[in-house]
């Protein structure tokens, strides 16, 4: 297997794929799978390096297609009882497998539909406008930037989506290829076939003995440097991914008008949410911001109520003054004091939006008991309830601070006690 350490970092590509923040929860860890032992030239494709690999996934454009992806999660979390996440919703991305079918034109424009037994639930994006429907719910929630933001976006040359991404396997997988150039090893192993198309597999292997993510694997199409399937192995489990994200099917190719165009269903609710844009000053305060920041991550200093300990794969995130019950009763508040409150994602803007998104009562983005879930997904511990899970763990301490981490909950709780 060609190994070799880690390069600098290379430049972000745009992510098209973007819904409602739940989602996240499925795929908030690295990612990480074994290597295999056969040459580049077995399957008649020429040699490449890991260097050149992660050149050619990073360089090239984002690639229109539509496809069938499985998502597959096998996290070790507690079996869930809620009926939601049986359904077609994010909340059934924490495990077992769920289809998702995706379109785009590998620019502004998306559709993924998580397809349930019995329910879908999709989400398209155009740009600065998106929108998200349930079946189950029969609900449409549109998201956009007011009239006059949205002139004022074309200016700036950006876009607002609603936060958080979906797990597209060519997003995640430049995500991970983006995240593993540093404290880690990257090689490349046999080539494989994943959707019927000949593919490269790029292999990071973590050098920290304590994370609890083994090594990543992500199939890059041969042809197009596209990232065809994102595979998570948890250092606890040897035998099977804890993770996998893969397409089944894929055809490059522009879906065409009518499958990115939304429609809403006949007779389906339609809620508005107007998604902030910072102002002027906060956008020129936050490129001011960016131009001071310094090269190494590391050195960066955290905000207010976050501390950070580690480094690489065994970094804990401490916040402090979260108020657990106010956030499971959806008060986006109970975070404490909100330390990009003065930034381009802070002010009372984008409290709204939380407060749209996650309303209290009927008709939040995704309905479900989020005190059940909290209660299921964690357990008793002294000082607290912890989350632990294959590739990731989380403690939450009676007294207001919550740490979260790809290590177990000792290395958690040993760095409370720091």
């Known amino acids: ?89 994010p909340v059934s991305l924490l495990s077992g497998s769920t289809t998702l079918r995706v379109w785009t034109d590998g620019q502004e424009r998306s559709r993924v539909s998580l ?65 593993a150039e540093k404290d880690a090893t990257v090689g490349v192993d046999a080539v494989t ?59 490059f190719a522009d879906p065409g008008e009518a499958v990115l165009t939304f429609s809403a269903p006949p007779g389906a609710e339609v809620r508005e949410v107007t998604v902030p844009l910072p102002d002027a000053a906060a956008h020129a305060a936050a490129a001011d911001a960016a131009q001071g920041l310094p090269a190494d991550p590391e050195a ?32 986006p508040s109970a975070l404490g004091d909100d330390p990009a409150a003065d930034g381009p994602l802070g002010g009372e803007g984008a409290q709204d939006l939380a407060e749209d998104f996650m309303p209290e009562g009927d008709g939040a983005g995704v309905e479900l008991d989020a005190g059940a879930l909290y209660d299921q997904l964690t357990t008793p511990v002294e000082g607290g309830r912890a989350l632990t899970s294959t590739l990731l763990s989380v403690l939450v301490l009676d007294d207001g601070r919550v740490l979260v981490g790809s290590v177990p909950v000792d290395v958690l709780r040993a760095a409370a006690d720091a």
């Open 1 to 89: 297997m060609d190994t070799a350490p880690a390069s600098p970092a290379r430049p972000r590509l745009r992510t098209a794929w973007a819904v409602p923040a739940t989602a996240v929860v499925a795929v908030a860890a690295a990612f990480a799978a074994p290597p295999l032992l056969a040459s580049a030239d077995s399957a008649g494709l020429p040699e490449v390096s890991a260097a050149e690999l992660l050149d050619r996934v990073a360089a090239a454009e984002p690639q229109a297609l539509s496809g069938t992806v499985v998502h597959t999660a096998r996290l070790g979390l507690p079996e869930l009882s809620l009926t939601q996440a049986s359904g077609a919703d």
């Open 300 to 331: 960066m200093t955290a905000p207010e109520g976050v501390r950070v300990s580690g480094s690489g794969w065994d970094t804990v995130v401490e916040l402090s003054g979260v108020d657990v019950a106010a956030l499971l009763a959806g008060d």
């Open 193 to 251: 076939t994943v959707a019927g198309r000949d593919a490269y597999q790029v292999v990071v292997t973590p050098r920290s003995t304590t994370t609890l993510v083994a090594r990543i694997v992500v199939a890059v199409d041969a042809a197009t440097w596209t990232p065809l399937r994102v595979q998570v192995w948890s250092s606890d489990e040897a035998a099977t991914p804890a993770l996998e994200v893969g397409f089944t099917d894929v055809t």
């Open 115 to 179: 397809l349930g037994t019995a329910s879908e639930y999709s989400v398209v994006t155009d740009a600065t406008q998106a929108w998200t429907y349930s079946s189950s719910d029969d609900e449409v929630v549109h998201y956009a930037l007011s009239p006059q933001d949205a002139a004022r976006a074309q200016e700036l040359a950006a876009t607002a989506t609603p936060p958080a991404d979906l797990p597209s396997p060519d997003e995640l997988g430049r995500e991970a290829l983006e995240r």
